[in-house]
């Protein structure tokens, strides 16, 4: 079992606990490596790790950012990362400034399927008024009656050709890792079998031109132990992880109780010819 988690949420963005809730339940999980990586947002950073040092765990400074990639969204989770480096803290706002709107536009859509009092009813669940996301929204969904759980409404609402899905241009993919790298910290593709699954998804080719750029750009790692993963997508990652000299991360992705696929920490141990992720801050510690 590994005890990094290195991809979770709290309410700074889309998650439902504190940065000091979410390190405090990761410390009864037996975690003693954590990174928060809200999305867009490294407003939760600082609570989190001074929680952190009163456990005892070791915290990394996290972020994952949205990025448009051709007609995909991709997230690219950044690590060790320096929250007041200034390309960083612009880009970040750049992004965040789009979801107002962004959020309006699909309250609209919901409307012309019948389903009105969606932004009031999302904003209820934001406590970053920053940061809307289509989690609040879900949140909202299965409040309101119109699916059972979270999970269903990205199933039939908020995904392309759904109600309340609103097409959107978030970063681009140099700047992404161009903020992430300048930083000090390390730029890992995240739950990449999130992008090869369902409709819509990108096909092996795709998948590997998307690496190869990555590469090519900075991008040291990929997810390989994902809450978004089963099993079989942890060895399949893992062989892509090698076949373009990526460092492997883990993380639960974990935004709340009862809601994640995955809870905090416990995640199983790397297939046997991965490099671990931390190997990049081992070997040449990143300043702070
Ligand atoms: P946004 O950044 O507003 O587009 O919202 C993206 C967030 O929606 C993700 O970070 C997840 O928290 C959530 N999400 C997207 N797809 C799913 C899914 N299939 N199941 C559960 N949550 C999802
Ligand atoms: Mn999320
Ligand atoms: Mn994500
Ligand atoms: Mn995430």
Redesign the pocket.
Known sequence: MLDYDLHC?SIV??GLLSPAEVVARAAERGVKFLALTD??DTGGLAEAAAAAAQHGMQFINGV?I?VSWRTH?L?IVGLHIDPVYAPLVEGLRMIRSG?GA?AQLMAESLARSGIGGALEGAYRYVSNPGL????HF?RFLVESGHCKD??S???NF??KGKPGYVP?QWANLPDAISWIRGSGGVAVLAHPG?YTAGRKAMGQKTLRELLGEFVELGGQGIEVVSGSHTPEQYAEFARYAKEFGLLASCGS?F?GPGES?RDLGRLPDFPLDCHPVWQAWETAPIQP
Do not use: M, N, P, Q
Request: positive net charge.
């Open positions: 949420h963005s889309d999305h867009d994952e949205s969204t997230h979801r962004r809307i996301g289509r989690t879900a979270v999970r409404v990205f199933k908020l995904v959107h999130r992705d935004h696929y």
